[in-house]
């Protein structure tokens, strides 16, 4: 049976065993689709990166993920954990500035690294937002144990590579209290044009933070995942809807899921294995 090189990463952490994992296979070129998925299961992160030759000019590298129960065109961590883990194994050279662009199923990525205050990390460039759409608040509210008051905003669809419900609420203490229906949330994923649900306040719990969210992905195998960095990249642009309370553009998303336990608080900014902090960025 053949074997492959395997790392585990701790994204978004400077402290081993902290932050989120995801495992990263190298030299994956010729793994099926169904062995990838098997893998992706027995691993049991949110997300499992299997990394081969680019087949597109300009990528240095190729990756496609996997959560527990299928495939995810673009995530975030694993991404940072791919381009920490590719700079481990000796696979690219790592120098301040430089950019690793990674083939994924929305196109090329780049992935810069920087080393400046207040340290290291890695920037992912993700693509420009997509709005899908509106979802009545009396249909989530019930999935999500809250009141139609607690909802600040109709529900939309926002994609900045892979679709989200984007769900604001009025506090990060609601956030705190929520029960989610999973079954109902993984129905509606099923019917809906969203690959998992991002609900968020504008309000960080931990020093330094401007937003709280939780995330859940029932329908791609993941309850909870607790730092979703693609998922936190809509923040913007939805927030700024909100706040001008300007109707958003409508237009299509597609797209497949992440998830694991857990919550999340940041500015979209944080490490990968050995002090490489990462950033969300969105083109303009």
């Known amino acids: 049976m053949p074997s492959y090189p395997l790392l585990q990463v701790d994204a978004f952490t400077a402290t081993p065993l902290r932050g989120n994992p995801a495992a990263v296979v190298l030299d994956a070129a010729g793994l ?7 893998i992706a299961r027995e691993m049991n992160l949110s997300e499992t990166a299997f990394v081969s030759p680019p087949q597109t000019d300009g990528a240095d590298f ?7 129960a299928k495939e995810i065109p673009l995530p975030g961590h694993p991404i940072i954990a791919t381009a920490q883990a590719l700079t481990d194994a000796g696979r690219w050279g790592l120098a301040p500035g430089s950019a690793l662009r990674l083939e994924t199923r929305r ?15 890695w920037i992912i460039t993700q693509p420009r937002p997509e709005w899908g759409r509106h979802y009545a608040p009396e249909l989530v509210a019930p999935l999500l144990s809250v009141t139609l008051e607690d909802i600040v905003s109709p529900p939309q669809t926002v994609s900045t590579g892979t679709p989200q419900l984007m769900i604001m609420v009025r506090s990060p203490e609601l956030l705190d209290s929520l029960h989610p229906d999973l079954g109902g949330l993984e129905r509606l994923t099923f019917e809906g044009d969203f690959f998992s649900i991002h609900v968020f306040a504008l309000s960080g719990r931990a020093s330094g933070t401007d937003v709280y969210a939780r995330h859940f992905a029932p329908a791609a195998g993941v309850t909870e995942d607790p730092s979703p960095a693609p998922r ?12 001008a309370s300007a109707p958003v553009r409508s237009s299509p998303s597609k797209a497949p899921a992440s998830g694991g336990p857990g919550r999340s608080s940041s500015r979209s900014r944080a490490t990968a294995m050995r002090s490489a902090p990462s950033e969300s960025a969105v083109r303009p």
Not at 62 to 68: E, L
Not at 107 to 121: C, E, K, L, Q, W
Not at 232 to 243: F, G, K
């Open 32 to 38: 099926a689709d169904a062995t990838m998925q098997a």
């Open 62 to 68: 190729a990756a496609r993920f996997f959560t527990p």
């Open 107 to 121: 196109g090329i990525v780049p992935v810069t690294h920087r080393d400046d205050a207040p340290g290291p990390r």
């Open 232 to 243: 936190a990249a809509p923040w913007a642009p939805t927030s700024c809807a909100i706040a």
